[in-house]
């Protein structure tokens, strides 16, 4: 069993969003992807939703006794039918017997924005924080994706160093 490398709880126990299982594009690895479906099954994970473009991992997530959901999507920016699509599944999953995990390929923005938005719907969460702390977790945050959610991609940001290592009211320079 493996943790995978890029993985938010969203929801503790119930929601992550991940880069796929294995890794994603080119850097992907059989063996990396059978070692983190088992550590998910381990975790409580029972549903997969993947946002791929292809049908890479469906079958392994049978396999492992997983039931899955494929919505792909192109992009963050070309997201916005698959969102709609995916709030009423996570809606419906969450309330389930075990935790949901939500993935990409390689790209994890538009994942990130699936359960910020979720957060936002069931927990009243500001998308602005789903979106920082999904960032924090090691996700891909993209202007795009914070657009999908009408979220400025500056309130995501975090502070500079600059910024973070003065005091309020004092210049860097000074």
Known sequence: M?????IWWARPRKLCALERPGGGGRSHR?????????????????????????RHNLADYE???????????????????????????????VRRRGAVAVHGN??????AAVCAAHLHESRGVDPAEGMREAAAAGLLVT??????LGVGYAAVQPPTRDVAATSPGRSVTA
């Open 2 to 6: 493996r943790e995978p490398k890029r």
């Open 30 to 54: 059989p063996e990396r992807r059978e070692a983190e479906i088992a550590w998910l099954v381990a975790q409580g994970v029972c549903y997969v939703v993947s946002t791929m473009r292809t």
């Open 63 to 93: 396999r492992a006794g997983l039931d899955w959901h494929h919505a792909p999507v192109a992009s963050a920016a070309e997201g916005a039918d698959a969102l709609e699509e995916l709030l009423p599944v996570l809606r419906r999953e």
């Open 106 to 111: 390689r790209h994890t923005d538009f994942v």
């Open 143 to 148: 202007p795009e994706a914070c657009a999908l």
